[in-house]
């Protein structure tokens, strides 16, 4: 399908794709082909281009300049490292 196509076309359909558009014909050619066949098994309401959203619980939450944390001493500390 592809064979006729020119570079440039190869290459951008590439980049619209969101693939790599590096390399020879032969290979975009074939990244192309490849890229038809996943197509396949991807539903479309799979297709996406949001960042998935996740809830995190308290303990998998980020620590920052306004976290506020326990007091800590060195006997603590020891026993942590061992």
């Known amino acids: 399908m592809y064979c006729n196509w020119r570079i440039a076309e190869l290459k951008d359909e590439l980049k619209k794709r969101g693939a790599s558009f590096n390399g020879k014909k032969d290979e975009l ?17 799979c297709r996406t281009d949001e960042d ?8 998998y ?21 061992g």
């Not at 990244?31 to 991807?42: F, H, K, P, T």
């Not at 998935?52 to 303990?59: E, F, H, R, S």
Request: hydrophobic share 35%.
């Open 29 to 45: 050619i074939e990244r192309l082909e490849l890229n038809d066949q996943n197509s396949i098994y991807v539903s479309p309401e």
């Open 61 to 81: 939450q980020a620590l920052n300049s306004d976290t506020i944390l326990p007091p800590l001493d060195k006997t603590m500390i020891r026993h942590y490292l």
């Open 52 to 59: 998935p959203k996740m809830k995190l619980p308290k303990t």
